[in-house]
């Protein structure tokens, strides 16, 4: 029979076997790694009942509606396009010069 020593110099043990079982190991893990992965997904999927709602065909006619009667209610005549600061304008002082513009106007 063979001796310990004698399969401590087998290269087919020593390096072989471990590479083998890094492998095939490896690729049930990754099997495992990847199906957490899609089952994430499936879950990630699932729209909330609201969204839902919002996306359904037969539903969204109602959401239309609804949204037409929000529109109607607002009083498009009477605005004002105020501009914002620049990106080099301080705008705390710019605030500032439009209250006061404002406030003369009204």
Same mark, same amino acid.
């Given at each position: 029979?063979? /001796?310990?020593?004698?399969?401590? =110099? @087998?290269? #087919?043990?020593?390096?072989?076997?471990?590479? &083998? &079982? &890094?492998?095939?190991?490896?690729?049930?893990?990754?099997?495992?790694? #990847?199906?957490?992965?899609? +089952?994430?997904?499936?879950?990630?999927?699932?729209? +909330?009942?609201?969204?839902?709602?919002?996306? @359904?065909?037969?539903?969204?006619?109602?959401?239309?509606?609804?949204?037409?009667?929000?529109? =109607? $209610?607002?009083?498009? +005549?009477?605005?004002?396009?105020?501009?914002?600061?620049?990106?080099?304008? +301080?705008?705390?002082?710019?605030? $500032?010069?439009?209250? /006061?513009?404002?406030?003369?106007?009204?």
């Amino acid at each position: 029979m063979l /001796s310990f020593k004698a399969l401590q =110099k @087998n290269k #087919t043990l020593k390096y072989g076997i471990p590479m &083998l &079982l &890094l492998i095939v190991g490896g690729s049930f893990g990754l099997r495992e790694f #990847t199906q957490i992965r899609y +089952d994430v997904q499936k879950i990630r999927k699932k729209l +909330d009942p609201a969204l839902e709602a919002k996306v @359904n065909k037969q539903k969204q006619s109602v959401i239309l509606e609804e949204e037409y009667q929000k529109m =109607k $209610e607002v009083d498009l +005549d009477k605005w004002k396009n105020v501009r914002g600061p620049r990106p080099w304008e +301080d705008s705390k002082q710019y605030q $500032e010069e439009q209250r /006061s513009q404002q406030g003369k106007a009204v």
